[in-house]
């Protein structure tokens, strides 16, 4: 049952995903305004994300990218770790180390490339408003 738990988990996740899709507009529409856009006027770093997310639930890649790339590209890679450590853990695989130990040993070029991606999302977002 122990090998089984990320896989499950990972499949609850996953269904729960799509079970809740068609109330994801909903609730997007309940949320508040951005605080910071709504004080200076320009878009934050995770403008977009809401209208990303919506745009995955419903199938729409291109309209999610386009709302906001690095919140896009965080939500895919994460939903495809998560599934590949389950299906290693139900292989019996050894599984990686927690993140919490990773964050002491990040390298500076991946804290750089981190950052970069960022500022990029940021000038992306500046650009497209």
Do not use: D, H
Request: proline letters at 10%.
């Amino acid at each position: 049952m122990k090998r089984l738990l990320p896989l499950l988990l990972w499949l609850a996740g996953t269904t729960a995903a799509f079970a809740t899709r068609s109330y994801l507009p909903l609730l997007a529409e309940l949320m508040p305004p951005c605080p910071f856009r709504t004080f200076t006027g320009l878009p934050c770093p995770s403008c977009g994300s809401t209208r990303a997310a919506l745009a995955l639930s419903q199938g729409q890649w291109k309209l999610a990218w386009t709302g906001n790339p690095l919140f896009t590209a965080t939500m895919i890679g994460g939903a495809v770790l998560s599934l590949a450590w389950a299906v290693m853990a139900l292989a019996g695989m050894p599984l990686p180390p927690p993140v919490r130990e990773l964050e002491r040993r990040w390298p500076f070029w991946l804290r750089l490339a981190a950052a970069l991606a960022l500022v990029a999302n940021w000038i992306w977002l500046f650009l497209k408003a």
